[in-house]
Antibody, heavy 118, light 110 residues
């Protein structure tokens, strides 16, 4: 069974750093891109970026380029999303998903709620 | 890069059919076969319903169908059921090698 299991909820202060994770199982982790999607409270889905776990090639949405870093450790089938300096506006649920055909998110993680507040 | 354009809400009665549109440009929806539709119930992760314009993943009801004409893709749900009430998002590959989502459509089953 394909599963993507994300790390738990986080509460952080503005300016702090953070890395959340997404562990894949039940399939060949290096055979599918992983994407990250943001959902701010009460809002829609926003595409942040994606990574090819086989070689760690990444690309980012224009709104997120330079604001976050996506990485992966194929030895433990885990992808990461990290911030170096959080803002209150980063408060959101973050989902990881597996991509099929380069662009369709077929399996999703359960989401990680990140709350940034002073 | 603006979000793909979807109606904010649609509604229908049980048993009826509804269609949700998703309008982009020739640089995304109109230029590629990589249009997907995802369903999201409140408090839940999204679920893929349609990929590559009209393909259904295994386990998705054949009441869900997708199509595309020019820069506009469409999701049609036939035989509406109460459980179909959810938010629906389209997404597309783009000429910048990125993905883009629509703003989402809230489906209400009356």
């Amino acid at each position: 069974e394909v599963q993507l299991v994300q790390s738990g909820a986080e509460v952080k202060k503005p300016g702090e750093s953070l890395r959340i994770s997404c562990k894949g199982s039940g399939y060949s982790f290096t055979s599918y891109w992983i994407t990250w999607v943001r959902q701010m409270p009460g809002k829609g889905l926003e595409w942040m970026g994606r990574i090819d776990p086989s070689d760690s090639y990444t690309n980012y949405g224009p709104s997120f380029q330079g604001r976050v870093t996506i990485s992966a450790d194929k030895s433990i089938s885990t992808a990461y999303l990290q911030w170096s300096s959080l803002k209150a506006s980063d408060t959101a649920i973050y989902y990881c998903a597996r991509l099929i055909g380069a662009a369709a998110p077929d399996y999703w993680g359960q989401g990680t709620l990140v709350t940034v507040s002073s | 890069q603006s979000a793909l354009t979807q109606p904010g809400s649609v509604s229908g009665s049980p048993g009826q059919s509804i269609t949700i549109s998703c309008t982009g440009t020739s640089s995304d929806v109109g230029g590629y076969k990589y249009v997907s539709w995802s369903q999201q119930h409140p408090g839940k992760a999204p679920k893929l319903m349609i990929y590559e314009v009209s393909n259904r993943p295994s386990g998705v009801s054949n009441r869900f169908s997708g199509s595309k004409s020019g820069n506009t893709a469409s999701l049609t749900i036939s035989g509406l059921q109460a459980e179909d009430e959810a938010d629906y998002y389209c997404s597309s590959y783009t000429s910048s090698s990125t993905l883009i989502f629509g703003g989402g459509t809230k489906l209400t089953v009356l």
